[in-house]
């Protein structure tokens, strides 16, 4: 035995939230766990939440909107050296333009531009299958 304690493992909801060919993606904060990387908005779940219910509240918080969560398009969990993420990314829509509620950049971009940016290795097959998308 090592003795070494299990990592954390996290749960983590993320909201594909397109319109008009152009994915919503905000950039995360120097300082915190991945900082400075791309992501789909969203966050960790707390254990009594669903993940539904735990989208629309880091959504509302994050971009100060509404979000209505449709199907699960990807899941995946991947290891970091100090955590487990279990990561699962829901089709969403919103009606109202979103904000930057907590200042974090944010952009719309299209599929291709996707590929230009920095996300976290977590992030890379759900980026493939949204350019694959786009092709089609």
């Not at 707390?46 to 219910?53: K, L, V």
Request: glycine residues 6%.
């Amino acid at each position: 035995m090592t003795g070494e304690a299990p990592l954390e493992h996290v749960i983590v909801v993320a909201a594909v939230i397109e319109d008009n060919g152009r994915f919503l993606v905000t950039r995360r904060p120097a300082g915190v766990h991945l900082g400075g990387l791309w992501e789909f908005p969203g966050g960790k779940t707390t254990a009594a939440e669903s993940h539904s219910a735990g989208l629309r509240r880091e959504i509302r918080e994050e971009l100060a909107v509404d979000v209505h969560v449709h199907e699960l398009i990807h899941e995946t969990t991947h290891q970091y050296p100090d955590r487990v993420v279990s990561l699962y990314f829901y089709r969403c829509t919103i009606a109202d333009a979103p904000s930057a509620a907590l200042g974090q950049e944010m952009r719309w971009v299209d599929a291709r531009e996707l590929q230009t940016l920095e996300f976290p290795p977590a992030d890379v097959e759900l980026i493939r299958l949204l350019t694959w998308e786009q092709s089609r």
